[in-house]
């Protein structure tokens, strides 16, 4: 007799004491069938907790055997509680566990029973039906005999019992009569795949068979003389499920999975329609609908062409292929788990497991009622995702593939006029094919409904208690509760309107470590030497502007303004911190003359484009800070300027007299000199605005058009652009800029540094030549600030250059603002990234939210 | 930050007794890095004039301050303004003299009135030159203010903001110290000083004898101690303050609650939403009225909150009292716990916010949390030609204020699905042409939700 062990679950083992339990399970121990820590048996546990595994109150005056069962009771009670947690920790981790009790009774099987169904995994019995003589004789050679009265009681409960075992609900149940002969063996999960060449996941085809060939086709997959599509490299694909309805060609769909399947070229999972089709196809009483309907249509018409035998049996091998399609796969990567697919959704408890509810869960995912329109809702499953293994679904249609929290969303709708998207593993990577047509679904078309919903109001409970955003280019970046909700209260009360509000520049690092020169603070060699020692060799240094930061978000037109935002304006200029620059009215006069010269340069026909969002600087300084300048830069400059001023004369009065004082007059007219210096490098960026023609714009990335980011692009390309609308425009102006490639291009760029800066200009900002750089997979700075002298004193104070105060600043550490920089700036890329794949104004906003929270200031924590 | 004492007349040189500082000397004091630092000019039997000046370290200064990641965090008016940092820099220079209490030789010098001439700056003051002269002049100094003349490339500012100040007058050495020890730090914008209850002391001990009479007491008390609670424990009960207009217009607050109040009991709601709750006034009535079982104070400000919470919790010694829950919530976001109540107020909340951001806020109030009824009040702008204020609105933060014909316009285009009724009235003593000044709208649902 052969018996076969699943991978993981209860093994539960059932007869009376003597039928051979504990022997066999230490035959297969010995041949390394089992492992040790796989059996757990009730005696252990006894000893465990007691140090006796039995009692034995035979032969005992009445008060004491009643004392002594009394005890065995407490045991076994304490026993089993231990028992029943161990077994049921490793049901979770999905491992096998052979129960070694003579479970005898319905009540203990029963737990075990629904022990296994709580945690999804199967659960087998092993019924050992031996003779009463049998266990009577062998009871007598025991060390410790049970006892013939005990013997007896049990081998009579046992054949009660016995005939109820199966149907108990035990996944098999297997008697065992005679233990001589018999063989066990392992069954592998059948869930598990080893990923060898890569895995191309396919998202919900729907029938749509010819852009799914076509799709193949771009994978590289190629039709073999026998009809099959192999891939050169050895590479299988996988369908998430939902191959048939709604769509065209369901049936030919079907029919080419099966095949390839069968050929080990491919796998299926099961899925919410292929579910329906295998119980229609099973007899059972069901209701066609939401496109499945046409799934029958086409069986009629298949009828009619192959004949009613040939469908019979086509029908019968698809009911077979689709009843058994598993829930989800795993894919493992040298053995271990990097990627599940399923269609709706999965658990991560349910990873690696089957059960009906698991099944459920997998085709609809996580459903919660239904709303006022009678469809169910679907609740965010990935939400409580938190396992470092990567789940790829379909079912949900979303325009574009949705990376959320460790998940990918692959199903682009090719069924409703979307598009039909493969996922790429390991390679990560998405390939895809536009639909050839609108197959279904002009009502209630899910990729028209995504649309619409795109711009709802962010849910706020999404980040109220703090959050945290995937981000392509670091990771995960945490948002703490205490800096979101000052951020909330900012966009609630000052910024832009939220679907405007798509970007926001990140803050910068000065220069990692402080010059090595004497009087400087900031020198351009320790940023070169960052990205030197980073392994960067070609960088652009741009002269930078000093005035204020701003992005620019034009439109085409208001009718593009609408599409992208829901808002019909031509565009929006805002500040950092999410403000609008200029006041309505000017807004709108900036915003119109921008519009009339991208025009004139066919700018968005050029690019085919709907918008262009710009990062820029526009000056003067004064523009947006004249307040600032009045009550802060000029107000200290004019008390500083009687202070020192009166002191000095004063001095130099008295010293005349007095040589001690010389010293101090000295001092004062260096301090005097200081403020002088200050006083001018502030009015240096200031000029005054008449009109929008003394305004200067100098954009320096030029962010996103409506069908791309351009973060793949070099800084040389960004300073292209800059150049191309500064030579057509009479707000954009041009940024100077060098390349630092070799030795005396970096010479020459300290020397530009040194004149600029000397004659008051703010410095340059240093940046690799690529807009993302990385060194071994990790983000570096994307940009350095090395500000002059003398602009400095406007930053660190007047004083700041002198010998005391440039020692102590010279031990700033900047780390903190390095970390910032990188997050910020990921989730600058993450969130543009995001709006221009036109996902929801949510999933944008989570990403702008979290820049503005990290610059803000942390709240009470009573709220 | 100096102080230059100047005094005239043939017993001229007793002053550096009474300071007890050598005139052949310089005083240098380092305190925490900050030089304390003193020096005589003139010396001779007619004139003295000595300057008492503080070279502070900078960077020192910027420790304990608290926006330490402004980007002016290191652009600080404290190192040059005469400000309360100064007196507390040189209080000890110039014990002796302010208590006066020189070499016994000298005492009889204490209460000598000299003529003398304080010269001191820059200050940097909100107050007027016509305040600061007001400030000296009850003592009997003549106040000469000098600020100096600015030149900038561009528009920036009409006048200086540091000043000088030049008092003369006879007066002894001490009382003189005294009067500055007291007006500096009133005089000062100071935003950086922590004040506590021993200013009071101060103020009481360099006060004797002069700041009781002082026509500007009230003045001068409230802007040394610049915090309320502090204030509060010296203010005279009978202090008459006449301040008309926010008597005014506390009055149409509490018409403004009253009305509220009365219309939602009407309708009887178990669970109200006050959105834009603020400092919970409203909330906090609310919390009274009968059969009211669920109130939901929402409210983005975490200063507005916190006042609010606050306000609850004196509430809640009363009876009957339903307290609020603050929650942290704004109109451009959604919110579900806000789904289904009875009842959404937005008391004087909408005319904050841009107009073109409204709509779709109102959308997710009306549509999507679907309350049984919904309660805006707003101003009413024709009513503001009463208030003469020409186009002003009647708070810096208004967005727009409406005429009756424009809120009633915008209130029915919101209700576009035609879900609910409304109801138009005002708040406020009623004018035959210009209406009320609060104008109101209730949204009652006539549709049920599926």
């Known amino acids: 007799m052969r018996i076969g062990l699943p991978h993981a679950g209860i093994v539960l083992l059932v007869g009376p004491s003597n039928s051979g339990k504990t022997t066999l399970l230490r035959k297969l121990v010995d041949q390394k069938e089992i492992l040790p820590s796989e059996i757990i048996s009730s005696d252990d546990f006894r000893m465990l907790v007691s140090d006796k595994d039995f009692i034995d109150w035979r032969n005992r005056p009445q008060d004491e055997a009643a004392a002594l069962m009394d005890e065995y009771q407490e045991i076994s009670t304490e026993a089993f509680e231990m028992m029943d947690a161990l077994i049921e920790a490793r049901c979770r981790l999905n491992k096998l566990v052979l129960v070694d009790a003579t479970h005898l009774w319905g009540d203990d099987r029963k737990r075990f029973i629904s022990l296994a169904q709580k945690n999804h995994v199967p659960i087998t019995a092993l019924v050992f039906d031996i003779p009463e003589r049998v266990l009577l004789e062998r009871d007598e050679q025991r060390d410790q005999p049970r006892g013939k009265k005990r013997i007896k009681q049990q081998s009579q409960v046992f054949r009660n019992e016995k005939r109820f075992i199966k149907k108990e609900g035990f996944a098999s149940v297997y008697t065992i009569k005679e233990t001589e002969g018999l063989e066990l063996f392992r069954h592998v999960n059948p869930l598990d795949i080893e990923l060898q060449d890569g895995i191309d996941v396919i998202g919900d085809i729907h029938g749509c068979f010819a852009e799914f060939v076509e799709l193949l086709e771009k994978l590289g997959y190629q039709e073999n003389p026998e009809g099959l599509y192999v891939h050169p490299f050895g590479r299988r694909f996988l369908s998430v499920g939902d191959v048939m309805s709604r769509g065209p060609e369901s049936v030919r769909t079907l029919q080419f999975f099966l095949r390839h399947v069968e050929e080990g070229l491919a796998y299926m999972i099961d899925s919410n329609h292929g579910w329906k089709i295998a119980r229609w196809l099973d007899g059972r009483q069901v209701v066609l609908s939401h496109g499945d309907e046409k799934v029958e249509e086409e069986f009629v018409q298949y009828e009619k062409e192959a004949g009613s035998e040939k469908t019979l049996e086509l029908k019968q091998q698809l009911k077979e292929f689709l009843l058994n399609a598993p829930s989800h796969y795993v894919i493992h990567k040298n053995g271990v788990p990097v990627l599940a697919a399923a269609h709706a959704g999965i658990k991560d408890a349910f990873i690696g497991k089957q059960s009906q509810a698991i099944s459920d869960f997998c085709r609809y995912g996580d459903t919660g009622g239904f709303n006022e329109n009678g469809k169910p809702v679907r609740k965010d499953w990935t939400v409580s995702h938190s396992r470092n293994l990567l789940i790829v679904w379909g079912h949900d249609p979303k325009p574009k593939p949705l990376l959320i929290n460790n998940t990918i969303n692959i199903d682009q709708g090719v069924v409703f006029g979307g598009e039909l998207t493969a996922y790429r593993y390991p390679e990560r990577d998405f390939v895809s094919v536009k639909a050839k047509d609108v197959y279904t679904g002009t009502v209630d078309n899910p990729l028209a409904e995504w649309e619409k919903n795109r711009l709802n109001p962010p849910n706020i409970s999404k980040f109220l208690h703090g959050y945290s955003v995937l981000t392509e280019d670091v990771g995960e970046v945490k948002v703490p509760s205490d800096i979101v909700k000052p951020a909330i209260d900012a966009v609630s009360h000052f910024t832009v309107p939220i679907e405007q509000l798509v970007y926001i520049p990140p803050t910068m690092s000065p220069t990692p470590k402080p010059s090595s020169l004497a009087g400087y603070l900031e020198h351009p060699k320790e940023a070169i030497d960052y990205y030197r020692s980073h392994g960067v060799q070609r960088l652009v240094a741009e002269k930078k502007h000093m005035g204020s930061r701003a992005i620019l978000f034009l439109f085409k037109d208001t009718d593009a303004a609408k599409k992208h935002t829901g808002i019909a304006s031509l565009g929006t200029i805002y500040t950092r911190t999410g403000k609008r620059f200029f006041d309505g009215e000017t807004e709108a006069k900036m915003v119109h003359q921008l519009n009339n010269e991208l025009e004139r340069i066919n700018y968005f026909e050029q690019h085919e484009t709907d918008y262009v969002l710009l990062d820029a600087e526009i000056m003067p300084w004064n523009l947006k800070a004249k307040e600032l300048i009045s009550s802060q830069y000029a107000h200290v400059s004019e008390n500083a300027l009687v202070d020192r001023g009166m002191l000095k004369s004063k001095l130099e009065a008295a010293a005349k007299d007095n040589e001690e004082l010389a010293g101090w007059l000295k001092e004062y007219e260096s301090k005097l000199a200081n403020v002088q210096t200050f006083n001018e490098v502030f009015q240096k960026y200031c000029w005054n605005v008449e009109s929008t023609e003394s305004i200067q714009i100098a954009p320096f990335h030029v962010l996103a058009h409506s069908k791309q980011t351009f973060f793949d692009q070099p800084h040389t390309w960004h300073m292209e652009m800059n150049r191309m609308l500064a030579s057509q425009s009479d707000l954009f102006v041009e940024t100077e800029f060098k390349i630092i490639s070799d030795e005396a291009s970096e010479q020459e760029v300290v020397r530009w540094w040194q004149e600029m800066t000397e004659d008051g200009h703010e410095g340059i900002i240093i940046k690799p030549e690529s807009y993302i750089p990385k060194n071994k997979g990790k983000l570096l700075q994307p940009a350095i600030k090395v500000r002059g002298q003398k602009y400095l004193s406007i930053i660190y104070g007047m004083d700041y250059l002198e010998e005391k105060n440039l020692a102590r600043l010279k031990n700033r550490n900047t780390g903190k603002k390095q970390k910032l920089a990188l997050k910020e700036f990921a989730l600058g890329i993450e969130g543009l990234t995001r709006f221009v794949g036109r996902e929801s104004i949510e999933r944008v906003h989570e990403c702008v939210l979290g820049t503005l929270a990290m610059e803000s200031d942390p709240v009470d924590p009573r709220l | ?450």
């Open chain 2, 1 to 450: 930050m100096q102080l230059t004492i100047r005094a005239t007349g043939e017993n001229a040189k007793m002053v550096s007794y009474l300071l007890a500082k050598n005139p052949n000397n310089i005083y240098e004091r380092n305190q925490k890095g900050h030089l304390v630092r003193m020096f005589y000019s003139k010396f001779n039997d007619e004139e003295l004039e000595a300057t008492i000046f503080v070279t502070p370290d900078p960077l020192e200064m910027l420790q304990n301050k608290s926006n330490s990641y402004d980007i002016t965090h290191y652009i600080n008016d404290r190192e040059f303004a005469v400000s309360s940092i100064f007196c507390s820099f040189i209080r000890s220079a110039l014990g002796t003299a302010l208590n006066g209490q020189p070499n016994e030789e000298y005492s009889e010098w204490v209460g000598h009135r000299f003529p003398l001439a304080l010269e001191f700056g820059p200050v940097s003051s909100s107050l007027s030159d016509k305040q600061l002269e007001g400030l000296f002049q009850p003592m009997g100094y003549e106040v000469a203010i000098s600020r100096p003349e600015i030149h900038y490339s561009f528009d920036l500012k009409e006048k200086s903001s540091a000043r000088t100040l030049t008092l003369t007058g006879h007066q002894t050495l001490q009382n003189a110290l005294r009067h500055l020890f007291v007006l500096i730090p009133v005089i000062d914008n100071y935003k950086h000083y922590f004040i506590d209850e021993k200013e009071i002391d101060k103020l009481e001990r360099y006060g004797e004898g002069w700041l009781e009479e002082h026509p500007l007491r009230e003045l001068i008390y409230r802007q040394a101690l610049r915090f309320k609670e502090v204030y509060s424990l010296v203010e005279k009960p009978a202090a008459n303050e006449l301040i008309e207009e926010p008597v005014k217009k506390a009055r149409l607050n509490d018409m403004r609650y009253e009305k509220i109040i009365e219309t939602a009991s009407r309708l009887k709601p178990k669970s109200v939403v006050d959105f834009g709750s603020g400092e919970g006034k409203l909330a906090v009535q609310l919390g009274f009225m009968d059969g009211i079982q669920e109130l939901l104070a929402v409210e983005p400000s975490q200063t507005e909150t916190l006042k609010a919470i606050r306000r609850f919790e004196k509430a809640k010694e009363q009876a009957g009292f339903v307290e609020p829950e603050t929650l942290w919530g704004s109109l451009y976001y959604y919110d579900e716990r806000l789904k289904g109540k009875d009842m959404i107020i937005l008391c004087e909340v909408i005319e904050h916010i841009d107009a073109e951001r409204l709509p779709k806020a109102l959308d997710t109030i009306l549509h999507a949390y679907a309350p049984e009824s919904l309660i805006i009040t707003t101003p009413n702008r024709e009513y503001n030609e009463l208030y003469d204020m020409d186009d002003h609105f009647r708070h810096d933060d208004h967005r727009f204020e409406w005429t009756r014909k424009e809120f009633q316009d915008w209130c029915s285009e919101r209700n576009h699905q035609g879900h609910y009724e409304l109801e138009f009235s005002g708040i406020g003593e009623e004018q035959e042409l210009q209406g009320q000044p609060t104008q109101m709208c209730v949204f009652k649902r006539k549709v049920n939700q599926l």
